[in-house]
């Protein structure tokens, strides 16, 4: 079974440019998650949807980033423009239901220069 | 809001040694999952060990074992046998009915 499939890997890019990252989920999983990760630190959600449906997304900062998964299954995570302090990973995870274990794809590394 | 607390930053074993790491949490709720997540140098975060907070008995999984203390609100991995490839970053996390929380990680080094 293939695992949760993120892309870019790697992403450098300059402030006030606008970067996406887009995540398929493992086959099945309804639930999506989006998360930021801080050198040093635990990840921290930023958005989870439920099929196509964002149910939570109290941490997006919606000034700068937005989401979508259309179709219930793909999802891509934008920010324009970018700033220095977006540096990060930013991880995908799916999971069948919530508060199931989530599965997570190897992540996307933001560089902003 | 729930909160996860990792107090150990770095831990270190001998290989084939026994570590113990830490992890306490803080939430109202009663029905809740608490996980152990593994993530080494690669990035791609791998669930090592879960735990339903109904359950009495603690949740084991070849080395990995975890010792479950609801009225304390403790939550720690024990890994027996330490191998190198056990290196890695944990994170213990809490899922109740809200997001998944994560600890800040405890940085475990396996030396040969």
């Known amino acids: 079974e293939a695992g949760v499939v993120q892309s870019p890997r790697y992403k450098i890019i300059e402030k006030k440019q606008p970067v996406a990252f887009w995540c398929n989920p493992i086959s099945g999983h309804n639930t999506l998650y989006w998360y930021r990760q801080n050198l040093g630190q635990g990840p921290e959600l930023l958005i989870r949807?439920?099929?196509?449906?964002?149910?939570?997304d109290s941490q997006l900062p919606k000034d700068r980033f937005s989401a979508e998964r259309l179709k219930g299954v793909d999802s891509t995570l934008k920010i324009q423009p970018a700033e220095l302090g977006d540096s990060a990973v930013y991880l995908c995870a799916s999971s069948y239901g919530t508060g199931n274990e989530q599965y997570f794809g190897p992540g996307t590394r933001l560089t902003v220069t | 809001a729930q909160t996860v607390t990792q107090s150990q930053p770095e831990m270190s074993v001998q290989e084939a040694e026994t570590v113990t790491l830490s992890c306490t949490y803080d939430t109202s709720e009663s029905d809740y999952y608490l996980f152990w997540y593994k993530q080494p140098p690669s990035r791609q975060m791998i669930l090592v060990i879960r735990q339903e907070a109904y359950k009495q008995q603690n949740a084991t999984e070849n080395r990995f074992s975890v010792n479950f203390q609801k009225a304390a609100k403790s939550f720690s991995l024990k890994i027996s046998d330490s191998q190198l490839g056990d290196a890695a970053m944990y994170f213990c996390a809490f899922s109740g009915s809200e997001k998944l929380v994560f600890g800040k990680g405890t940085k475990l080094t396996v030396n040969p």
């Open positions: 949807y439920e099929n196509e449906e964002a149910v939570d």
